[in-house]
Every structure is written in structure tokens, then in C-alpha cells.
């Protein structure tokens, strides 16, 4: 990319996601504007251009892609579509930000690798908790020792299915074409790349899932062990078919706990000898904004991204190790043999 103040994005999939979470993100970022957006839908992007204040918008992703004024792609499309929209960015030479999870499996992740290396641009992932304020803060306290040496971790998270709430919108997240699997892909995926994040590469990953309430075919439950990179023994479940709800993770130490709600911004809780504290630290209204920032002073040459392809890959690699019983592997195009997943079949024997 030519030296310049600025990186100009086109969104390729300007849908829900990008309506608050991430879209104007782009256009407050220091150095940083959103010139183009696309969908589908042609008078629905003319619609989000007009609401949001984008010059132009498209129909066609190839169009967007080779728009010369467009510098860089956000691929903010459903995981089934992420690998086509990346290897566009790439086969234009162009820089590329995927939504997470990077891919509907691994193989997916290598072959978007594969093309950016070729085409020697930078791939990021949209696993923006890296760079929020409260996930960095615990970063921190665990980094100086604010529980001693870490023993152990835990994590455990249960609520109703989103397909029951609403089916419209949250249908193609149980749908493995689109999704590559079940909520854990969309949910579950947040929480494994902070862990990577904080204490990883995750090691020994071992893990099961399987559909307990019968709703759709794909997994529902989850649960799943490991250990960090420095031998720290670690466990963590999802159940999706609960009346209850819970989302906590904890960090046990010689010296302390810590812990905190992942998908709220209720204060962080510091447990020790001194006591008990408490950080409150709300996101920001465009919760994807600091990691846009991070990427595009990276390609300005003022900065580092620390969520990459290369960080994102680890935690697709660890979902499909979990997921693999189920599915019957997940190295090839599974989403397309339904019939073949132990899974599926042990929940068609008991309905």
C-alpha cells in the first residue's frame, strides 16, 4: 500500500453487525473513513449509505473490491461467505478484517492464510476484546500478579437458545453452511481467543457437544478442558438449551480470584487477603472501535493489531477439536454430509 494519512474501507455485508458494533467505528477511527459498503440487497445497502453517510454503495462484492478508492475490505458476512469476500481482498492486493470466528473451520482459516501471504497483505480477525479497555485490564492484573501465580481457570455460560427468541435473526447461526456449527462458533469463540489472548496458546484441549434439546442439528451443549501455555489446568462449558442464564469467568491464583461477567460490563471483581475490589470499566458505544483503531495504525506504520490471522486460526483450531466428535471430523466440508455427524445421530435415535 502506497505511504498516506488515511486507509478508506468498504464493508463487504453491511448487516446487522455493522449497524452499531463495528460500522461507525470506521468512520471515528483516527486516520480512518468508510467510503463504500455492500449487499446483497442492493436497495438495502443504498439504505444503510444513506443512514450512515457512505459515499457509495454496491450490490456485487467484486465491485466494491475493486473500487480504487477503496484501500481496505471489512468482511462482515455470515462465516460461510468469509473465506470468498477474503480471498477477493487478497486477489486485489488489498488489507482484509474478517468478523470472527475467522472461518466455519480451520482448512477455511489455511486457505485465507495461504492467499494473503501470497499476496502479501495483513489479515485481521474481529476478536475486538483484545483491545477493550476491561479485557485489557485484566490482562493486566494478571500479568502483575494480582491473584500470585495462577492455578486455575474456569469458565461457564447458560442461556435460552436465540433461534426460540427470534428465528429471523438468529437462524443462520445454527446453520453449519453458514455458521460452521452452533453457537459456539458465534459465542463461544469470543471467549477462547481472550483465553489464547491472556494465557495462551491453549494446550491439550479436549472436549465434547452434543444437542440435548432437540431444536436444530447442530450442537447446543458444549464442554471442554485444557491446559495454558505455561501448564495451568483450565475448563469451561456453554449450555444453550437453559432456562437459567450464567457468564462468568474466573481466574483462580496462590493469591486470589478473579473474576467477571464476559458478555456484560459489569465491574471486574478482585478477590484477595486485602479484600475485595472492584474495576468498572464500560465499553465503549462502538464496542469494535479500538481494535479498528489498532488496525489501521498498523497499516499506517503507528501501531500493532494484536488480533491476527495467525491468533485467530489458534482458537478455530481449538473449536474444531472440540467439536470433531460430533461433527465426524471437521477437516473437510461437513456442513454438507448432515447425515454422517454422530451427533445428529445420537439426538435422531431419542426424538
Known amino acids: 500500500m502506497q505511504a498516506r494519512h488515511t486507509i478508506r474501507w468498504g464493508i463487504i455485508g453491511c448487516g446487522d453487525v455493522t449497524e452499531v458494533k463495528s460500522g461507525p467505528g470506521f468512520q471515528r477511527a483516527a486516520g480512518s473513513q468508510l467510503v463504500a459498503v455492500m449487499r446483497r440487497n442492493g436497495p438495502l445497502a443504498a439504505d444503510y449509505a444513506r443512514r450512515h453517510g457512505v459515499p457509495r454503495w454496491y450490490d456485487d462484492a467484486r465491485a466494491l ?3 480504487p478508492e477503496v484501500d481496505a475490505v471489512y468482511v462482515a458476512t455470515p462465516p460461510g461467505a468469509h473465506l470468498e469476500g477474503a480471498l477477493l481482498a487478497a486477489a486485489a492486493g488489498k488489507p482484509c478484517y474478517v468478523e470472527k470466528p475467522m472461518a466455519r473451520h480451520t482448512p477455511e482459516c489455511d486457505a485465507m492464510i495461504t492467499a494473503f501471504t501470497a499476496a502479501r497483505q495483513k489479515l485481521f480477525v474481529a476478536y475486538y476484546r483484545r483491545a ?15 491473584i500470585g501465580r495462577l492455578t486455575g481457570i474456569t469458565y461457564r455460560h447458560a442461556s435460552p437458545t436465540p433461534v426460540n427468541a427470534d428465528p429471523a435473526k438468529a437462524s443462520w ?8 456449527g452452533g453457537l459456539l462458533l458465534d459465542v463461544g469463540s469470543h471467549v477462547l481467543d481472550f483465553l489464547d489472548f491472556v494465557a495462551g496458546p491453549l494446550e491439550e484441549v479436549r472436549g465434547s457437544a452434543a444437542n440435548v434439546s432437540g431444536g436444530y442439528a447442530v450442537e447446543d451443549t458444549v464442554v471442554m478442558t485444557f491446559r495454558t501455555a505455561t501448564g495451568v489446568p483450565g475448563a469451561a462449558s456453554w449450555n444453550f438449551a437453559s432456562f437459567a442464564r450464567e457468564d462468568t469467568l474466573e481466574f483462580l491464583g496462590t493469591a486470589g480470584r478473579l473474576s467477571f461477567t464476559f458478555f456484560s460490563a459489569d465491574p471486574l471483581r478482585l478477590e484477595t487477603s486485602r479484600g475485595t475490589e472492584e474495576f468498572n470499566l ?25 488480533s491476527t490471522a495467525a ?12 467439536l470433531a466428535g460430533y461433527y465426524g471430523g471437521r477437516d473437510d466440508a461437513f456442513w454438507e454430509r448432515p447425515a454422517t455427524w454422530p451427533g445428529r445421530l445420537a439426538v435422531d435415535a431419542v426424538s
Do not use: Y
Open 311 to 322: 491468533s485467530a486460526r489458534r482458537t478455530s483450531v481449538v473449536m474444531d477439536r472440540v
Open 65 to 67: 473490491v475493486a473500487d
Open 282 to 306: 464500560p465499553n465503549p458505544p462502538h464496542i469494535a472501535q479500538p481494535l479498528i483503531q489498532a488496525i489501521v495504525d498498523e497499516l499506517l506504520g503507528r501501531g500493532t493489531c494484536p
Open 173 to 180: 447461526r445454527v446453520a453449519p453452511d453458514s455458521a460452521g
Open 132 to 146: 477493550l479497555p476491561r479485557f485489557l485490564r485484566v490482562r493486566e492484573l494478571l500479568e502483575d500478579g494480582a
